[in-house]
């Protein structure tokens, strides 16, 4: 592959009221033994190590069950970036206080509030691979959301 990135594309997300029976089965198939990350780090060999993946979709969801059973488009979202580089932890505060803590649970159009904006993560992924690139890929990535005392810079080792 001559390429430094390269974008795929995994419909079916969308579930609403089929998170058991849509999500785990397609998570498994992404994430699990002999299936497809799993087999496309063991079919790059040593290749594989400058390989960073970001996963991530773009909506997030609700905190609580709508009319349909099912939790509706929201704002608050999470990414997941893979890698052997790629310095683990969660970058944020994965449950704020505040969203948890009101009593928000009975509204059931309650919003996750994103803190980081998605274009922040690309962009600093993009300076990672090369300096000056995030501009590029992603126009005005660093006046988007950060979530105060997060440092993507620390994504990688």
């Known amino acids: 592959l001559d390429a430094n990135i390269i974008s ?6 969308d579930h609403h009221r089929q998170l058991l029976s849509a999500i785990e089965p397609a ?6 033994a002999g299936k497809g990350l799993d087999t496309l780090f063991t079919q790059l060999g040593p290749l594989a190590d400058k390989l960073v993946i970001l996963v991530y979709g773009e909506f997030g969801r ?3 069950a709508n009319g349909d059973n099912g939790i509706d488009h929201g704002t608050g ?7 052997k580089q790629v310095q683990g932890g969660v970058y944020g505060e994965l449950f704020p ?4 803590s009101e009593n928000r649970f009975a509204d059931t159009s309650a919003d996750i509030e994103g803190l980081t904006s998605f274009k922040q993560v690309i962009g ?3 300076e990672r ?19 105060a ?4 810079t620390k994504l990688f080792g």
């Open 149 to 152: 005392g997060v440092d993507l």
């Open 124 to 126: 600093a992924l993009c």
């Open 97 to 100: 206080e505040a969203e948890v």
């Open 27 to 32: 998570l498994s198939d992404i994430f699990g």
């Open 8 to 13: 795929a594309e995994y419909l079916g997300w």
């Open 77 to 83: 979202n999470s990414m997941l970036v893979i890698g």
């Open 62 to 64: 609700q905190l609580v």
């Open 129 to 147: 691979l090369s300096s000056g690139s995030g501009e590029a890929v992603v126009p005005g990535w660093g006046g988007t959301d950060l979530e």
